[in-house]
């Protein structure tokens, strides 16, 4: 399971764009873009660490948040298939109505 969350938080990552400017110039969209993307650093820097077999309150913590980010991946995941159907569908009404309004097919 931690494998698994470590290759989600990567992904994820790669996908976000870091802040060029400082802080106080960043729009609400972009600095929550950036909280996020260092949250996910900082979890991923808790997750590879190695876990204590006795240490059952670690193991259950790593357990919990691995859980939590495979989660969120899947969250992300389907917005961005919702993204790309949607723009999947909208091309296809833009063929059908350039078709009705050309029945020709010239």
Do not use: H
């Not at 929550?32 to 876990?51: F, K, M």
């Amino acid at each position: 399971m931690v494998g698994r969350a470590m290759a989600a938080i990567d992904r994820e990552l790669e996908t976000l764009p870091t802040a060029e400017w400082p802080v106080g110039e960043l729009t609400p969209a972009e600095l929550l873009r950036e909280t996020a993307r260092l949250g996910l650093q900082r979890l991923r820097e808790i997750v590879s660490q190695p876990i204590n077999p006795g240490d059952l309150k670690q193991q259950r913590l790593v357990g919990d948040m691995s859980l939590a980010v495979c989660k969120l991946f899947m969250r992300a995941a389907e917005g961005e298939f919702r993204a790309r159907r949607g723009d999947a569908l909208t091309a296809l009404l833009a063929r059908l109505q350039a078709a009705q309004a050309n029945p020709s097919g010239n």
